[in-house]
């Protein structure tokens, strides 16, 4: 079956073009690579009857993914709910505000499931038999889990220091699991070296300009499950700074090619926490330079701290008239407690972040309180419980008798 409407890779920065391979700079400026679709053939195919009569996960888009032939992987993935978060909207004083619910996404609960699915789609099709990753936790987990389902070898490499949710849920699935003495950037540096020397598929390394289309699929979910509309607000956490340029390119594909029908106004918000804030930092300075920083924060998902996509970031703030905030790690067990006392939904350490940072730009006015917002929630709870174990309320421990009962609990509450 053929499915390609991909026409090949092109340098984001001098625009030179490369054929569909396992590239990711540019060898004349250095630039990344970026898919290169041929949208007008996609207008024709992908319309919204067409789009809504495929099964709900985030192949219905794969059109827009860089794929040659038919998906093999991630059947399960993205299509997670948009939940309109009324509890939360009266507290923050808002009209109408969405939580986008990638805690659950399939099988790994994160956002990084998407950009999975397609990587490794994509690493089979050109003929690898291994992969890899450089990972802050959850990319760990779901390329262990997905490689698993695909019987592909697995190599993943955290930051040794990374919370034991994250750590067992790479391990359940049995990769080779290394755990490298250093920061992410370090891990990360070591990956390009080893992927340079191993012909292994590193999905975020020489797979990544494929890899980080999956993110898109966040932003068609949003607008299509918005009624075909782009919300006024978006508010985005960011690591590498991927997510947050592919939400801002999804919204503007879409328009392109006709499925939604008014040009995307939306404003785009990165979120960082303050100890690893590289991105906002340069938003706030109103400049295109990313100064690295060595991360210090509870937010370990997001504690990149030379960004591989700051840039980007920074421009997809700025053409799209947002902003950057970030929170610390008081706020961000804060905004964990707030959005799952309001709207019952435990996210990780990165929701957190994200909430926090939504409450900020809110009080700020920067966001106003009248208009259409969604919140990106990436990642669940359970995997970073360290973070919140010791600010949360404690269970009443009682005899198992119903006078017991009555003296401990019920005579507290008269
Ligand atoms: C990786 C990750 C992000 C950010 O992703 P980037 O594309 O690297 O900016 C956000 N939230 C969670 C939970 C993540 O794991
Ligand atoms: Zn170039």
């Known amino acids: 079956m053929k499915v390609s409407y991909v026409k090949g890779l092109k340098c984001r920065e001098c625009g ?98 998407r950009v999975v699915a397609v990587a490794l789609s994509k690493a089979k099709e050109f003929g690898f038999d291994t992969v890899a990753c450089a990972s802050t936790g959850n990319l760990g987990n779901s390329v262990s889990a997905q490689a698993a389902k695909a019987n592909l070898e697995r190599y993943i490499f955290i930051p040794a220091d990374l919370e034991m949710g994250k750590v067992i849920g790479s391990l359940i699935y049995a990769p080779n699991l290394i755990a490298v003495e250093g920061n992410y950037d370090e891990v990360n540096r070591l990956c390009a070296e080893i992927a340079f020397r191993y012909k292994w598929a590193f999905v975020n390394i020489n797979i990544r300009p494929y890899y980080a289309e999956g993110s898109k699929t966040y932003a068609y979910e949003i607008a299509e499950q918005f009624g075909w509309r782009a919300p006024d607000h978006i508010v985005v956490p960011s690591a590498g700074g991927s997510l947050i340029t592919k939400v801002w390119k999804g919204l503007n594909e879409l328009y392109k090619i006709g499925l939604i029908d008014d040009k995307p106004r939306t404003k785009v918000y990165c979120a960082q926490a303050e100890g690893c804030a590289p991105i906002v930092t340069a938003i706030k300075e109103n400049s295109e330079v990313i100064k690295p920083v060595k991360p210090q924060t509870i937010a370990k998902s997001l504690a990149i701290g030379n960004p591989a996509d700051g840039y980007y970031a920074v421009n997809t703030v700025q053409t799209s008239g947002g902003w950057g905030e970030e929170a610390d790690n008081e706020e961000i067990v804060e905004g964990m407690k707030l959005l799952a006392r309001t709207e019952g939904i435990f996210t990780e350490t990165a929701g957190g972040v994200t909430v926090a940072v939504t409450k900020k730009l809110i009080a700020q006015g920067r966001i106003p309180r009248d208009e259409s917002i969604v919140i990106a929630i990436t990642g669940n709870g359970l995997k970073t419980q360290e973070a919140i174990s010791e600010h949360i309320g404690r269970f009443t421990k009682i005899k198992p008798t119903l006078a017991s009962f009555e003296k401990k609990v019920k005579a507290r509450r008269r």
Not at 24 to 33: A, D, K, N, Q, R
Not at 60 to 82: I, N, Q, V
């Open 16 to 113: 030179r073009h490369y054929p569909k391979e396992a590239l990711y700079v540019c060898e004349y400026c250095f630039g990344s690579l970026e898919v290169d679709y041929d949208y007008a053939r996609i207008k024709k195919k992908l319309t919204r009857k067409e789009l809504t009569s495929r099964p709900q996960n985030l192949w219905r888009y794969r059109e827009l993914l860089p794929l040659d032939k038919a998906p093999t992987d991630g059947m399960g993935s993205g299509f997670t709910p948009l939940i309109k978060a009324d509890n939360l909207a009266r507290e923050l004083g808002v009209r109408e505000l969405y939580i986008k619910d990638d805690s659950v996404n399939h099988p790994t609960l994160s956002f990084k499931d």
